[in-house]
């Protein structure tokens, strides 16, 4: 695995998720605490779980590096005064920050099990993992319906990046270039679906 590029993934994606939880945080009107435990546990809820998982330590409790990145992604929302907005400007900065999360943090899992030997399932599954894992503590915090729930192409998009980094990877084709290719097509196949509503068939229509 190449781990410079899993940093910086992995630091995309705590940022994105962090800002993510700010801005929910902003828009239920939560406190200083109540919006730093949620974005908190937003950046590294898929992390710490997809690491259970692999039967390792959690890695924001022995690398610092995910914590300055959350507390750097909040003074910088703090300073632009993001809490501010109006709750139409919050939902939309909030959808391109959770899509930046989703997608980051889908490579960033799949590279974990690229690395570790696993089958297509696997690595998909750790993707997948990572990617809502985050997300899914977030909403169940604030009493939302999880995005996974309701949002067709939300766990769609993280399982076709994770594949395709699978297969890329089996062809010996998995470059850095590759990776930030994969990272602007799955970002922008999220936007699109999000945006023109993309759903999958559902059984009995």
Known sequence: MPALHFDWFSHIGTAAFAFSGYLIGARKRFDLLGVLILALLT?????????????????????????YTIFGALLVAAVLKLHRRNSGVLYRLFIVADSIGLVAFSIAGAQVGIALGLNGFGVCFLAFVTAIGGGLVRDMMVNDVPFILHEDFYGTVS?????????????????????WLLFAGGLALRLVAHAGDFKLPRIGQ
């Open 43 to 67: 950046a590294v809820g898929g992390g710490m779980i997809r690491d259970v998982l692999v039967n390792r330590v959690p890695r924001v409790f022995l690398d610092d590096g995910p914590l």
């Open 159 to 179: 399982i076709l990046v994770a594949a395709l980094a699978y297969l890329l990877s089996g062809q010996g084709w998995l470059s850095p270039l590759a990776l």
